[in-house]
């Protein structure tokens, strides 16, 4: 099953596309640029054990369409309207992954929700309820998914209005070693996505001993 990346040639979506590989699933790279998503396709792959998937890159129309089923969306959060607007028509018996998080304009201790109330709802919201919209990823650290010798140290909270959607990005993303929740509909992703700037306030804070934090639902403690 091979999965799309838009976004791919940024941080996070790069830390993806190595952890999706990694664990046998090839990737495909979207960027306005296809030179640039080929190049860092190479990139990656050069980071990767023989065994793993392969990465390859194009612009964002090929990708999507190369994608036997899940797109993930890993834009900044300005670039996030205008691409889903272009990506519409390919994205037809597709499943979008919303990863993207609406910080606040040159503060990313903030976040300024979009009329929708989320990203994830402003996505479902201009695609139409024919196109199941996922919202995932919002809490994970772009440092965290690039570095292949460290496990991911969070789990992963999954929104969306359609439960067969979501049961195929929860699958997706056990495949990575990771325990993804059933967080509810598509507006639970107003709070999970306003965790990621509490998340970014923690890690540069002077009294936290640590960076790229994540967030882990624990059982009670006997």
């Known amino acids: 099953m091979t999965v799309a990346i838009i976004g791919g040639t940024g941080p996070q979506g790069k830390g993806l596309a190595l952890r999706f590989a990694q664990a046998g699933i090839p990737v495909v790279l979207g960027s306005r640029d296809a030179e640039r998503a080929a190049e860092s396709a190479a990139e990656l792959q050069q980071q990767l054990d023989n065994g793993a998937a392969t990465i390859s890159g194009s612009d964002n129309l090929g ?93 992963i909270l999954v929104c969306g209005n359609q439960l067969d959607a979501k049961k195929k990005v929860i699958s997706l993303l056990q495949s990575l070693d990771v325990k993804a929740y059933n967080a509810g509909l598509a507006e639970s992703a107003r709070c999970i996505e306003a965790i990621t700037p509490i998340l970014i306030r923690l890690n540069i804070s002077k009294d936290v001993p640590f960076t790229h934090a994540g967030i882990s639902i624990q059982p009670p403690r006997h």
Do not use: F, R
């Not at 929708?116 to 919002?138: C, D, K, N, R």
């Open 63 to 155: 990708a999507t369409a190369q994608a036997d089923e899940l797109v993930i969306l890993a834009v900044p959060y300005s670039a996030h309207d205008a691409t889903l607007e272009q990506l519409k028509p390919a994205l037809t018996d597709k499943v979008l992954v919303d990863i993207v998080v609406p910080l606040a304009p040159g503060n990313p201790k903030a976040v300024e929700m979009p009329p929708e109330g989320s990203a994830t709802e402003a996505a479902q919201a201009l695609l139409g309820e024919e196109i199941p919209v996922v919202g995932a990823l919002h809490n994970v650290s772009a440092t965290t998914l690039n570095n292949l010798e460290q496990p991911i140290n969070c789990d």
